[in-house]
């Protein structure tokens, strides 16, 4: 087993185990307090983040603007990767307000524009793999995972689980 999938496994139970008791995690190895970091992309696009995923991937397609990081969403799609064992290209991640209102249907309250969803291409997968990175997401703990013909949403959002269907 690979240190940094232990390690996020374990952060992910500390974190549910905190959730259970009703206080606060104090887990978080990129900042002390806050869980969001604001990070510009200028001269370090390419810098990754965790194992697998750079700013790049997780900064908003304006590309004037910095990404916002939710760290225990960026550290559950990088445990959902390594249990999935294999690459996967990400479609949006962080979007800024002003590049959301420019998407059809899309809402403030989108939990792209809080850093804590991330659309996955499912584009030319079997069934059976689409079946097996939802079934990981939800046990991963992922509030809200919306399934569309050729992505899948997941997001870190508070409150109740959500699954829907998109077009
Ligand atoms: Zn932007
Ligand atoms: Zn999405």
Redesign the pocket.
Known sequence: MRAAYRTNLLAILELQLCAARNRTSTWDPWVPGPHYKWRTIINEKNEYLTDNFTLAEISCPCGNCEARIDNRHLFKIQALRDIIGKPFKV??WFRCLTYNRTLAGSSEQ???VFGK???ISTRGWPDDEIMNLISKAYLLGFKGI?IYPT?V???SREGEFRMWVGE
């Open positions: 479609n949006s989108s939990k792209h969803a991330t659309d919306g992505f949403h997941l997001d």
